[in-house]
Nanobody
């Protein structure tokens, strides 16, 4: 089992950058594929980015590709989301998620594919 805690959200202006962190408990972080999702008011939770267990494979939603970078440090049990060139439409609660997998090169883009979720961190981008 793993517990996830997001941090790094805040209020920024359009064009600014933020880096979100997701700290995981437990000693088997490297056995989990990880992902970032976001949910805006009145909308469904949507996929943002995913990363394989080793970090060697990443995948992005079209809406964030080229602006966001997902990464992880297995030695620190932490995943990151570097968000650049933020837009007002990026405003949402951002969640990290973990999926236990024996496959080192797998990643997952559907919320139902994940086993554990953090509590979320708010990101607000003003125009």
């Amino acid at each position: 089992q793993v517990q996830l805690v997001e941090s790094g959200g805040g209020l920024v202006q359009a064009g600014d950058s933020l880096r979100l962190s997701c700290a995981a408990s437990g000693r088997t972080f490297s056995m989990y594929a990880m992902g970032w999702f976001r949910q805006a008011p009145g909308k469904e939770r949507e996929f943002g980015a995913a990363i394989s267990r080793s970090g060697g494979i990443t995948y992005y939603a079209d809406s964030v590709k080229g602006r966001f970078t997902i990464s992880r440090d297995n030695a620190k049990n932490t995943m990151y989301l570097q968000m650049n060139s933020l837009k007002p439409e990026d405003t949402a609660v951002y969640y990290c998620a973990a999926k236990y997998t024996v496959y080192s090169d797998h990643w997952y883009y559907t919320p139902l594919g994940y086993d554990y979720w953090g509590q979320g961190t708010q990101v607000t981008v003003s125009s």
